[in-house]
């Protein structure tokens, strides 16, 4: 690994190669079938998937970067830092190793950093079958903005040099830039993305206010980001308080890398700092760009953003 890269770079080469392994442990649960489900609360389930590929993302990082102060989604019962070691990564990605640091992030200490996993995003639609909306989130935020972040998608199917290949990682960081996929125009007309898992009155009287063309139901934040990156769909809305800064700080970094937005339905960013409340209170709101962001702002009515708020 080349060490002359700065911290940032660094970690979210780091994390590109981590999340790959992690996708890998994801697939290995769901082949081996023994999915070992736990019921944290109401429709909110963890698998032994979840709870292995955490275990794999944070004993990497905090093994090579001790510093870090790193947040993951699973509470596990056991040691994070003992893990098998093949498990143990510590490749970074060479693509992602010769961008460009931006100025304002070339003195960041490991101290300074909130890194935000998300080991499993979208587990509801893994143990349903709904393996295409599975992705690994990791964010790095600095001074409570994220600034860099990796969505990996393990089921996603490619050819690559005449093989068939499984699963991709899309990353960003601020001002540097943004890959592993292919961007497009948004979509002529305006096509919301949303919950299929997760709905309730509120997500329901914010996607009809609006007046979209066509709204699609998928699951997890990281692949509704994607939706975005790539042109399926113009807005995310979720009226509802159900995401985390984990599903939130990777997909919002690549997100704004890619000149979109992320932020609560009432248009404020969420802060990503270690103390900050785990829950997004106020809902996700995030568009390919600033005009359709501020239009989708717009059309939230006041009772709404209240209910919300006295949740
Ligand atoms: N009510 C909820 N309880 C637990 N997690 C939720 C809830 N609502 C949303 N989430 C998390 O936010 C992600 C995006 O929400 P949705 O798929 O409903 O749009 C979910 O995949 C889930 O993350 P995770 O699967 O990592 O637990
Ligand atoms: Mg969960
Ligand atoms: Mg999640
Ligand atoms: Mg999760």
């Not at 990605?93 to 998300?118: A, H, M, R, T, Y």
């Not at 066509?214 to 995310?236: F, N």
Request: proline residues 5%; charged residues 25%.
């Amino acid at each position: 690994m080349s060490n002359s890269a700065p911290l940032i770079v660094r970690l979210l080469a780091s994390s590109v190669s981590v999340a790959n392994r992690a996708g890998k442990i994801v697939r290995d649960v769901m082949s081996k079938g023994e999915l070992g489900i736990v019921e944290k609360g109401k429709d909110d389930y963890q698998t032994e998937a979840d709870r292995s590929a955490q275990k794999c993302i944070i004993a990497s990082l905090s093994a090579q970067y001790p510093k870090l102060c790193i947040i993951g989604e699973e509470d596990n019962p056991d040691n994070e830092t003992e893990v098998p070691s093949d498990w143990l990564i510590v490749d970074a990605d060479k693509e992602v190793l010769l961008l460009n640091c931006p100025d304002s992030l070339l003195g960041v200490k490991e101290e300074d950093i909130v890194v935000w996993v998300d080991p499993l995003d979208g587990t509801a639609e893994y143990t349903q079958g709904f393996l295409e909306h599975v992705t690994v989130l990791i964010g790095i935020a600095v001074n409570e903005k994220p600034v860099a972040g990796v969505i990996h998608q393990p089921y996603y199917k490619s050819i690559v040099d005449g093989e068939k290949k499984l699963g991709r990682t899309i990353w960003g960081l601020q001002e540097a830039g943004v890959g592993g996929f292919s961007s497009a125009a948004p979509p002529d007309s305006l096509i919301i993305t949303t919950t299929r898992s997760h709905s309730n009155p509120l997500v329901e009287k914010a996607l009809q206010v609006m007046e979209a063309s066509q709204i699609l139901r998928v699951g997890g934040a990281g692949y509704k980001v994607l939706q975005l990156l790539e042109g399926q769909a113009s807005v995310y809305v979720f009226a509802s308080p159900g995401c985390k800064k984990w599903d939130t700080c990777g997909p919002e970094a690549i997100l704004s890398a890619a000149g979109g937005k992320l932020t609560d339905i009432v248009g404020n960013f969420y802060k990503y700092g270690a103390s900050e409340s785990r829950p997004n209170k106020m809902g996700v709101l995030a568009a390919v760009n600033d005009d359709l962001h501020k239009y989708a702002i717009s059309k939230i009515p006041q009772e709404l953003k209240e209910a919300l708020a006295n949740k």
